[in-house]
């Protein structure tokens, strides 16, 4: 099977925690960030993560191409369950946390934006909707703050030393860690213990790089 990304998609790094998580092995193929042509010759539509499944069909959507994993890899099932506290965290965090990633992810070098025509369309559609990079990156302080009171209380929400999030590795995590592996980006986090702690062992066992060597 072949998992088609881009390196910096949270919803693609839910994906490659499922095939991580339940050691499949499964081929990372990174598209140009403008490639609209392959995606929507694959499944209609200019979005990642794509599977392409061994029998020659592809498949989209995030959450069902982890369930596809899940259940292909046939070691149980992931908890399904998303707590209302945490799905609170998540809407809460998911309002300001791209105004202060998607601004630097073009800094970095990743390969998705190795181009400058990739760069450009990656800057024109986000600064769409969170406004124009250059200002959220001004405002980084702004946001810090909020962040920073926002990672305590989700360390209150969090099993500490256990394979999950919940307490065993679950829907929780595929929803939650991608969000935090991006926010390793940004440099003056201040990362709790429990919560820094969990995004180390998120990350290897669901073989996902972090971005700490890259923060800016």
């Given at each position: 099977?072949?998992?088609?990304?881009y390196?910096?998609?949270?919803?693609?790094v839910?994906?490659?925690?499922?095939?991580g998580?339940r050691g499949?092995?499964?081929?990372?193929?990174?598209l140009?960030?403008?490639?609209?042509?392959?995606?929507i010759?694959?499944?209609?539509?200019?979005?990642?993560?794509?599977?392409e499944?061994?029998?020659?069909?592809?498949?989209?959507?995030?959450?069902?191409?982890?369930?596809?994993?899940?259940?292909?890899?046939?070691?149980?099932?992931?908890?399904?369950?998303?707590?209302?506290?945490?799905?609170?965290?998540?809407?809460?965090?998911?309002?300001?946390?791209?105004k202060?990633?998607?601004?630097?992810?073009?800094?970095?070098?990743?390969?998705?934006?190795?181009?400058?025509?990739?760069v450009?369309?990656?800057?024109?559609?986000?600064?769409?909707?969170?406004?124009?990079?250059?200002?959220n990156?001004?405002?980084?302080?702004?946001?810090?703050a909020?962040?920073?009171?926002?990672?305590?209380?989700?360390?209150?929400?969090?099993?500490?030393?256990?394979?999950?999030?919940?307490?065993?590795?679950?829907?929780?995590?595929?929803?939650?860690?991608?969000?935090?592996?991006?926010l390793?980006?940004?440099r003056?986090?201040?990362?709790?213990?429990?919560?820094?702690?969990?995004?180390?062992?998120m990350?290897?066992?669901?073989?996902?790089?972090l971005?700490?060597?890259?923060?800016?």
């Open positions: 099977m072949k998992l088609y990304i390196d910096h998609c949270p919803f693609c839910r994906a490659r925690m499922a095939a998580l499949l092995a499964v081929k990372q193929v990174i140009a960030n403008d490639d609209e042509d392959n995606p010759r694959m499944i209609g539509a200019k979005q990642v993560p794509i599977l499944k061994d029998d020659g069909t592809f498949m989209g959507e995030s959450l069902d191409i982890v369930r596809y994993l899940d259940e292909w890899a046939g070691k149980g099932r992931l908890n399904e369950t998303v707590r209302p506290e945490m799905q609170a965290w998540l809407d809460k965090v998911g309002e300001y946390n791209n202060l990633v998607q601004p630097r992810m073009v800094k970095i070098g990743l390969p998705e934006f190795e181009t400058a025509e990739a450009k369309y990656f800057v024109d559609k986000k600064e769409k909707t969170i406004g124009s990079f250059e200002t990156l001004n405002k980084t302080a702004q946001y810090l909020r962040l920073n009171e926002d990672l305590v209380e989700l360390e209150a929400l969090m099993a500490a030393d256990t394979a999950g999030v919940n307490g065993e590795a679950g829907m929780e995590d595929i929803l939650l860690f991608p969000i935090l592996r991006n390793t980006l940004v003056g986090v201040e990362w709790p213990q429990t919560v820094m702690d969990y995004v180390w062992r990350s290897e066992a669901g073989k996902v790089n971005y700490f060597d890259r923060a800016l």
